[in-house]
């Protein structure tokens, strides 16, 4: 067994900012937000980032008790990272979703340092192969070999906003040390479509559709779950609480009840059964987005009893593109 001698006092005391921002919403790291300075809108641009970095800013502190240990035990791990805090004014507390141990915390110890060989591997979206040390509550980030950084999604705004969602909605759906490596491998293939620019939209829902199926919140979207028959009809409804369809021939329908075209179903289906690479070619009407986007909004948010932040950050982004404000 390797592992580490610390010296000094075995325990310290860190007050940790908790962020409510989705996992590394930080515009300054990314090419993307910079280029919004020089873009339309001059005179609200400003106002407009302000205001939606202000609303989702930290609401609090919280102080918690982080204990060093004499001797730690090592291991290694292919990881994503999916949320980062700074810790003090040198390290990071980090969220890493791994293929061998699952959902994991980790301190990064120097990783703000300029020039810290952690700088890097402590960023999110970043795909590496971390070396930690156990903790009794945190493990200990101590080297990492990045694998991929996904340079093109930093560069593209949409792409950036998507697969941040992706980030929190793996982080809020899972819970710590519950290995699956299908989810794992899932979320790398979606982070290598946006790198490979298909559209962020599509690859979200087709992530959101997967992820779904694995932790066994699969909508349905087959028959109806009241009656059992498949839908004839032009329009069907989809309730969130019921977590399917329901047709009109099974008299009222629940309050919550979403209507859209049937046609959903055959764009549900095609991305259930796609393959990665092909994400890029799919194309699908914006009415199609719209409804879809929507009806998994509701579903994920009846599950989780709370709304993803990063949503909010994707309608803002939707609306400076057609330029209103959200």
């Known amino acids: 067994m390797s592992g580490m001698q610390w010296s000094g006092n075995p325990e310290t005391y860190a007050v940790i900012l908790l962020c409510r921002l989705p996992p590394g919403l ?28 202000s609303r989702l800013v930290p609401s609090g502190l919280s102080a918690f008790r ?25 390290d990071r507390i980090l969220t ?41 509550e945190l493990d200990v980030l101590t080297q990492a070999e990045i694998k991929e ?10 792409a950036v906003a998507h697969g941040i969602y992706m980030l929190e909605l793996t982080n809020q759906l899972t819970d710590e040390r519950e290995p699956n490596p299908e989810l794992f491998d899932t979320l790398l293939s979606a982070m290598y479509v946006l790198e490979s620019g298909a559209d962020p939209e599509i690859t ?23 009656c059992g028959k498949a839908s004839k009809q032009e329009r069907i409804g989809f309730s969130p609480s019921l977590g399917g369809l329901v047709c009109d021939a099974c008299g009222t329908p ?35 987005r719209r409804d879809l986007a929507n009806i998994l909004k509701w579903h994920i948010r009846y599950r989780l009893e709370h709304d993803l932040k990063s949503t909010d950050f994707i309608d803002s982004i939707s609306g400076f593109e057609e330029g209103r404000v959200v």
């Open 26 to 53: 930080c515009y300054q790291e990314f090419p993307s937000f910079q280029m919004l300075r020089a873009q339309a809108f001059p005179n609200s641009l400003s106002g407009f980032l302000t205001f939606w970095f």
């Open 204 to 226: 979200a829902r087709y992530f959101e559709l997967q992820l779904l199926d694995m932790l066994g919140y699969a909508p349905q979207f087959d028959v109806c779950l009241r």
């Open 254 to 288: 629940p309050p919550d009840v979403i209507w859209v075209p049937s046609a959903i179903v055959s764009y549900v289906n095609a991305l259930r059964n796609a393959e990665p690479p092909k994400l890029k070619d799919m194309k699908f009407p914006p009415g199609a």
């Open 96 to 136: 890493l979703y791994t293929r061998e141990a699952g959902k994991l915390s980790a301190v990064a110890k120097g990783a703000r340092r300029p020039g810290s060989k952690l700088a890097g591997a402590s960023e999110p979206f970043t795909y590496s192969k971390v070396f930690l040390s156990t903790g009794r």
């Open 66 to 90: 982080l204990p060093l240990y004499s001797i730690m035990r090592t291991y290694t791990a292919n990881s994503i990272v999916l949320r980062r805090i700074d810790l003090g004014e040198k």
């Open 149 to 158: 950084s996904f340079p093109n999604v930093r560069q593209d705004i949409r």
